[in-house]
């Protein structure tokens, strides 16, 4: 069974920070772009951040020059590092993943199940 597991979510202080993880596992033969989301109360899921398999990176208008996405391919992990959170940063943070499974022929958009983040004072 191919599945994404988040960590690291958690309640912080304004101007705090956090990181989150993401690992994918299962019988796969190509973990390719991995992505984060979030979703606030009442809103749209957003694209917090994404990152290729070679390292190139994209990142959403809210969230540029606090949060910084890496990954390591030998562990089939993606992190999202955040600073300076705000209380507009909160919200359930999904990994996302292009995955090749071992017996596929192509690659399939995963989800996980979602981290809660909690910018509160």
């Known amino acids: 069974q191919v599945q994404l597991e988040e960590s690291g979510g958690g309640l912080v202080l304004p101007g705090g920070s956090l990181r989150l993880s993401c690992a994918a596992s299962?019988?796969?033969?190509?973990?390719?772009?991995m992505r984060w989301y979030r979703q606030a109360p009442g809103m749209a899921r957003e694209l917090v951040a994404d990152?290729?398999?070679?390292?190139?990176?994209q990142y959403g208008d809210s969230v540029k020059g606090r949060v910084t996405i890496s990954r390591d391919n030998a562990k089939d992990t993606v992190h999202l590092q955040m600073t300076n959170l705000q209380p507009d940063d909160t919200g359930v943070y999904y990994c996302?993943?292009?995955?090749?499974?071992?017996?596929?022929?192509?690659?399939?958009?995963?989800w996980g199940q979602g981290t809660q983040v909690t910018v509160s004072s």
């Open positions: 299962g019988d796969l033969s190509g973990v390719y772009t």
């Open positions: 990152i290729t398999y070679g390292g190139a990176t």
């Open positions: 996302n993943a292009d995955l090749r499974r071992r017996l596929g022929t192509r690659s399939e958009n995963y």
